[in-house]
């Protein structure tokens, strides 16, 4: 039913809303011959290398071969890349490719990740930890930071 109504539906749509373009010229650009559409149709998240010489995605731990002169990429900031099939990529700082692991062998779902915090079902969650009243971080700005001392003494000279 849908897909005799839709050429009909489409024709009318068009009609009603299409209009031309002011530039008759193609907004989009050519990709680079050097560049591979894989490394343009992927998600990208930078990353921290971990001082045992690996990144961690998610839930999975990718080990990163030895770094040539220098031995690790403990605490180097790199890119990890997920291809629209599921496979992954780390590359250095330059962009050069660092390690490439193979589709995964379960199935994932492919999405864009936003590492929130989610508490684990059935243990509780901790209290919320507050520091005591005498505590340094809950003393007046007034005893510790010489300009908001000179605000607070020119505002009490005023409204006296």
């Known amino acids: 039913m849908a897909n005799r109504f839709l050429p009909r539906y489409l024709a009318r749509h068009n009609r009603r809303f299409a209009v031309a373009a002011t530039d008759p010229q193609p907004a989009w650009r050519a990709l680079p011959v050097d ?7 992927c998600f990208k998240y930078s990353k921290r290398v971990g001082g045992d010489n690996t990144v961690r995605f998610g839930e999975v731990l990718l080990q990163l071969p030895r ?3 220098w031995g690790s ?3 180097a900031r790199v890119e990890v890349r997920q291809y629209l099939d599921g496979s992954l990529s780390v590359h250095a700082p330059g962009g050069g490719i660092l390690a490439r692991w193979a589709v995964p062998t379960r199935v994932g779902e492919l999405r864009v990740r936003d590492y929130a915090r989610v508490p684990i079902p059935g243990l ?3 209290p919320l930890q507050r520091p005591p009243k005498d505590h340094a971080w809950r003393k007046d700005l ?4 010489p300009l908001a001392a000179r605000r607070t003494m020119q505002r009490a000279r005023r409204d006296a």
């Open 35 to 41: 560049t591979a559409v894989e490394s343009v149709c």
């Open 67 to 69: 770094r040539a002169g």
């Open 73 to 75: 990429w403990a605490n």
């Open 124 to 126: 509780p969650t901790l």
């Open 142 to 145: 007034r005893d510790w930071h």
